[in-house]
């Protein structure tokens, strides 16, 4: 497989065929709740800064700030941003940390320091790479833009909580697994993590659940996406799905979670 290959509907189902072939735990979440949704982002400076606002946030803050940010720049572009001085940022509600990030993501770009678009010719780790070298964006960041932005189909989000929290539910396991096991089952996962992040993010969006205290989550610190009603008993493993899902309720659920968009965990970058 290219390396740089963008994901789209077609490859997408591509992958979710074989990867229910390969792991049948995957399979029953397919089984119970239909494909997963492709999830993209368009690529560039707007995505960027996005990623950044929704760090340690929920996505409701950080939409709220993003539209904040737009009507005080006018538009979100990298020379807007770049006109105006951190204070003007946390004029805005921004975080003093978030105000020099995203104004030095803005500057690094007007200055020809970093250009977003050179990102899609790279492979993924020059890509990762590149993107890191930015203050502010760490290496969830990073995947995320990788695995959304530029839809790499071999991308796995380190240390986000909503996929390791789906991982032990989808694998039944007793506790939340370590960096060593989760890197273990994702391998096999290869070349489609970023396709196997997606049938954990559906299944973590269309299981009812309640938010989970970020410091009880281990290994990482990065936060869940917003929850549903109902928290799963604790110490038990997570109930198998149904062996003969409605087809109604299946398609039911993918189309609700079709209208949410995972963010992942968030994190300081």
Partial sequence: ??????????????????????DPHLAAVVARHGAPPLWD???????????????????????????????????????RVAALTEADLRGA???????????????AIVAGEFDPSGLMKMDDESARTELIKLKGIGAWTADIYLLMALGRADIWPSGDLAL????????????LPSSDRIGRITRAWSPWRAVAARVLWHHYLSTPRSRVKVSAAKPSSRRTPDPSRRRAPKGRRSEAPSAKPARARAAAASSRSAARTPRGGRTRG
């Fill in 164 to 175: 390791v929290a789906a991982m032990r539910e989808v694998k039944r396991l007793r506790s």
């Fill in 41 to 79: 982002r368009p690529p560039g400076f707007e995505t960027l800064v996005q990623i950044i606002l929704e760090q340690q946030i929920s996505l409701s803050a950080g939409r709220a700030a993003y539209g904040r940010l737009e009507r005080l720049a006018g538009a979100v572009t990298p020379e």
């Fill in 1 to 22: 497989m290219d390396v740089a290959l963008q994901l789209t509907t077609d490859s997408l189902a591509e992958g979710v065929a074989e990867l229910t072939r390969r």
């Fill in 93 to 107: 509600g921004l975080t003093r940390q978030k105000s020099a990030y995203i104004r030095g993501l803005a500057v």
